[in-house]
């Protein structure tokens, strides 16, 4: 398994922009697709995003379409969650996860069972 670290979170007011990073250690980052995932006050996590090892395929959840950009950084052995006019719906503790795999534009699905390994989160509040 390789080991995740997330950072980047914060307090921020809604329309504001934040970017999460989250860098990967141990095995070798490049055979992994990523995902981001979120667990909201009260709430089970949810998928968010995700990439292919190549970085040229991506999924989204429907909640942060068009807001929210996952990217990477293989060189860096990171993976990055720009996100833009958050919303106070936003604010959850963000995970990243990751799934090995040996085929490039594979992107891990949206259940949580698809992924192998976990960061420990970061917390992101979004303040109306």
């Known amino acids: 398994q390789v080991q995740l670290v997330e950072s980047g979170g914060g307090l921020v007011l809604a329309g504001a922009s934040l970017r999460l990073s989250c860098a990967a250690s141990g095995r070798t980052f490049s055979k992994y697709a990523m995902g981001w995932f979120r667990r909201a006050p009260g709430m089970e996590r949810e998928f968010v995003a995700a990439?292919?090892?190549?970085?040229?395929?991506?999924l989204y959840a429907d909640s942060v379409k068009g807001r929210f950009t996952i990217s990477r950084d293989n060189a860096k052995d990171t993976v990055y969650l720009q996100m833009n006019s958050l919303k106070p719906e936003d604010t959850a503790v963000y995970y990243c996860a990751a799934k090995g795999t040996y085929h490039n534009e594979y992107v891990a699905g949206i259940s949580q069972d698809d992924y192998d390994s976990w960061g420990q989160g970061t917390q992101v509040t979004v303040s109306s």
């Open positions: 990439i292919s090892w190549s970085g040229g395929s991506t």
